[in-house]
Structure formats: C-alpha cells, structure tokens
C-alpha cells in the first residue's frame, strides 16, 4: 500500500466523477514541515500554533514566533499555509501561564476567548505572523469562534496589527485572508452578515462533533457511542455547506475524521471539498478518493437516511466494497 500511495503523490484528487478534492496537512511542529514534500500535501490547512507554546516552559518572543513562522512558509515555499492563532485552555495548558480552575474547560475559558479577553499574546502573534509574511501573502484563522461578534473583534485586532506593522515600517503581506474555526453549532447559524465577511470556514470536526452529540471527545465511553456518519451529524455538516455556498465562503474539515478514508469520501459526498489531516493519511485518503462516485455515495447516504438508519456506515462501506 505504501507504494501505491507513494505513486500517487503528484496525482491531484479527483474522484471518479471528476470533482476535485483539495488535500492539506495539519501541522504545528517544525518536525512536520518535511511532510509536505512526502505527503502530497497540496498545502498545510491547519498550523497549530498552540503546540509551539506547548513545548516550552516559557512564553516564546516575538521575534522568536516571527523567525518560526517566517521558517514555516519558507519551507511551504508558496504553497498555502494557514495558521490558527493559540488555541490554548480545555485540555491544553501552558505551564507558565497562571491556572484557572474550572468545572467545565472543555467549555470553559479558552481559545478565541482567551485571546479575545487578554489581547496581549494574541497582538503579538498576529505581528510575528505579518513580520514573517514579509510581503507574503498570509492565511489565518480564529479557533472556536462561537458567535459573528467574536470573528469580527479578532479581526479588528487583525486591522490594528496590520495598522501598527505599517507604522513601523514592516512590509504587509501581498494579500490576507482571515478566517473562522467552525468547532460549536452556534455559528453554522450565525447571520449571513458573517458568512459574508469571513473569507473562509474551517470545521474543527473534532470539536463540532463534541459539542454536537454533548459527548466528550477526551472520554473513551461516551466518544465511541457517536458515529461521525450518524445521519444526524452528517445533515447538520450538510446545513453548513449551503450556507457557506450560498455566500460563496470557501469551506473545508480539518477534524481527524478528514483523515478516515470512509468519513473522508462521505464528508466528499456531503460538499465538503477541502480536507485538512496528518500528513500520513493523504495516500489513504486520495487513493479511495479516486475510486468513488461522490453522486453515487451520496444516494446511499440519502437511502440509508431515508430508511431511518443511524449511521450511514454499514451502507456506505457495503457500496465502496462494490467500488473495489
Ligand atoms: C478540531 O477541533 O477539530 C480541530 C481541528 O482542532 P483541535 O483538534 O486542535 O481542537
Ligand atoms: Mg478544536
């Protein structure tokens, strides 16, 4: 299997009824970048930044972020990188950053809400990534947004880092694009107003699905009790589509079950067309990819939901066992 996916490296994917399915790697440590040759990675659609906070036993400088990320998109060279501002608290906690106890963290004080209640670390994050940039153009998006206000004072921190590096002489990124982690159903209802300005969604399976099925994704018991191709999950991805397709907002699945071939081509089949996972899982991915009829899969989506089944699994695998 690994030379058939190593033969397919370069082939782009494009799934037997011609639709082209984009393939990026999560990365967050400078040990992945080398993956991007290997993998076939067309990009990285999801940098942690966190993980890089995560290694230290001190807040990193500035110019220390600056000469990391500007290593990042050298090593990319061109190829889109999109970096997630820290996504810290719930189960990732910085050692030298004061403890909040709470009952809930899952739920509780964390990511955009850090960043958006001390705005320190997140202004210099966001000047290390214009610094690194260096008249590059730069991707970035905000983790765990939960409501329009919250995209839009992440962005207003955005504007006045841009307006702050012009002041200081650095040079601006040659084009920017901000965008929006979908993780909490709160926002695949947010107002048209935000699926117009935001310039691109990013669903973090991993917590949708948490918050979705109210089942923890750290706890083992209630985890498996949820299938990500439960029909019920798989129409609420589906509402999320059409909105973003109904303002044209470009939309992609950076959760881990983007990197399970079967939940890949059904997330295929439901219009999601970008995917972001470990790099050791595009071969996989791509190689059933080629293979499927996205129409075709999501008929048996559509059956198997019409006769009232739970998860679309048993169909779906029964078909691509046909597929070969
Ligand atoms: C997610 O929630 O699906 C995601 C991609 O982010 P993380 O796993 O880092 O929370
Ligand atoms: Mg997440």
Known sequence: AQQRYASIRDTPAVTSCGTRISLTMNAGLMADLPSLEGSGAEGVGLFRTELQFLIRNKMPTRSELSKLYAHVLDNAGGRRVVFRTLDIGSDKVLSYMKKTDEPNPALGWRAIRVGLDKPGVMRMQLQALIRAANGRPLSVM??????????????????????????????????????????????AFAPRQFFEEVQFVSIGGNDLKQFFFAADRENERVRKRYDTLNVSFLTFLQRIVERCEETGTPLSFCGEDAGRPVEAVCLAAMGLHALSMRPASIGPVKSLLLKVDLAEVRAVIEAAAERGEQSVREAVNAHLRLVG
């Open 142 to 187: 905000f983790p765990f947004v939960a409501q329009y206000e919250e995209f839009k004072a992440a962005r207003a921190e955005m504007d006045k880092a841009l307006a702050r590096e012009r002041i200081l002489g650095h040079a601006l990124p040659s084009s920017l694009e901000i965008g929006a982690m979908l993780e909490t159903p709160s926002l």
